[in-house]
Every structure is written in structure tokens, then in C-alpha cells.
């Protein structure tokens, strides 16, 4: 009997191994994106389990946006990369950490050193007018006397998500916008922080990461945000 490239399952956590095969298979090359998979029933037969653990484990690959069904047609490997199979990686790492702030700060300047790093090396010339616009705009409300602390959140994070859009890198975008969304109350303490107790660091430590990007520095761009984090601890 064909088996798909697929193992039997032991019966034990059955629809998660069978996620776990599925998406062994497509890494390995066996199913490519746009690809259809088998029917329900011929993996359930490869398998030897019953229909409704593939229906499961189907559902779950589709919710983390590796599958999805096509009716009348058949269920197919997505052909992008979707949010959705970044945040269970994050969460995972949340629910597994002992220190969940500490060890999510050092993810978050190991991500924004790498993604800065790869922004100097494929940012176009339409990425740097956006940069300096973000940049030009982050800088005008840092000079208004009255600071709107929500006003400057949204600036700051346009700034970072234009240096992650830079990249060219799928993964990199979702990862950087998966740790903003976890770290958010963090990310708005560390700018209250910076605006009332370290007035001038927040414009200081974007200057130097803007002019580090369009001189193509990586050396001083990772200087900048190790520099902004030691500050902070």
C-alpha cells in the first residue's frame, strides 16, 4: 500500500503526530508549497488511524497556516508564509520560559540586531525614503514640548517595522510583529521610561541606528541597540 512517504501512527497523541509528519514531510521536500496532499481517507489508511485524527490534525495545520482547503478541489501546502505559524513559536517560548521578561528582552535584541543587520543589506532606495520619513516624522514628535506617549508608541513602531520590511524576509517581518505584539506593555514602559527619566536617549538611539543604516554601518548599528538595552537594565 502507498504510504505517501508517511509513517504508521502509534496510538498516542494521534493527531499530533500526524502534524507532526505532515509537516516533517513538507520540510523535507516531499510536499512543496501549492501541492495538494492526500485525501483524508488515503492518509488515515497510510497511517492506520481513523478519519476524524487526519480531520484534526488538518484543522490544526490549517489554523497555524501550512494548509488550507480548497473545496472541491482538495486540501493544498499554503504557498506563503503566514502569521499564524510564527505565534505558536513565540508562545511556546513564553510557556517554556522560567524568566519571561528577561529572556524575551534578549530574543528581542538578538531579532532587532539580525533584522537591522539584514536591512543594511537589502534595503532599496524606496525602503530608505521610507525609513527617512518614518525617521524625519519619529523626531518631530520627540520635539513637541507636550509628549503624547500613544503618539510616539506609533511612530517608534512604524520606524522598527520599516526596517523589518527592509529585510525582504518574510520571517523576519512576522517574527518582528509577533514580539511587538507580546512585548507591547514592555516596549510603552521602556519609552515612559526614556521620555521622563532619560530625556534625549530615545532621540539619540534612533539617530544613531538611522544613520548607521543609510552609511550601511552593521558594526555601528549593533553598537546602537546593544548601547539602548544596557541602558535600560
Same mark, same amino acid.
Given at each position: ?22 509537516? !516533517? ?53 499554503? !504557498?506563503? &508564509? ?46 530608505? *525614503? ?26 517608534? !513602531? ?6 523589518? *520590511? ?24 521602556? &519609552? ?33 541597540? !546593544? ?7
Amino acid at each position: 500500500m502507498d504510504n505517501f512517504g508517511f509513517k504508521n501512527i502509534e496510538y498516542k497523541n494521534i493527531a499530533q503526530q500526524i502534524v507532526d509528519q505532515i509537516c !516533517k514531510a513538507i520540510a523535507e521536500g516531499k510536499y512543496k508549497p501549492g501541492d495538494r496532499i492526500p485525501t483524508e481517507q488515503d492518509l488515515a489508511k497510510s497511517l492506520n488511524v481513523g478519519r476524524n485524527s487526519v480531520r484534526e490534525a488538518i484543522k490544526i495545520l490549517v489554523a497555524f497556516g501550512i494548509l488550507e482547503i480548497r473545496r472541491a478541489e482538495g486540501t493544498f501546502v499554503c !504557498k506563503t &508564509i503566514s502569521q499564524n505559524m510564527i505565534n505558536p513559536l513565540i508562545y511556546g517560548i513564553i510557556l517554556s520560559s522560567g524568566n519571561l521578561n528577561e529572556e524575551m528582552i534578549e530574543f528581542q535584541i538578538a531579532i532587532d540586531k539580525a533584522m537591522s543587520r539584514m536591512c543594511i543589506q537589502r534595503y532599496t532606495e524606496q525602503d530608505l *525614503e521610507k525609513l527617512t520619513q518614518a525617521y524625519e516624522n519619529l523626531m518631530e514628535t520627540l520635539d513637541k514640548k507636550d509628549y503624547d506617549l500613544d503618539e510616539i508608541y506609533a511612530k517608534d !513602531k512604524n520606524f522598527h517595522e520599516i526596517i523589518a *520590511e527592509s529585510t525582504h524576509n518574510e520571517f523576519m517581518k512576522m517574527m518582528h510583529k509577533s514580539i511587538w505584539e507580546l512585548l507591547d506593555k514592555i516596549i510603552k514602559q521602556e &519609552i515612559r521610561t526614556s521620555l521622563y527619566h532619560h530625556e534625549g536617549r530615545m532621540r539619540e538611539m534612533h539617530t544613531q541606528i538611522y544613520k548607521a543604516i543609510v552609511s550601511k554601518d552593521e558594526e555601528a548599528v549593533t553598537n546602537a541597540i !546593544k548601547k539602548n538595552y544596557d541602558t535600560q537594565e
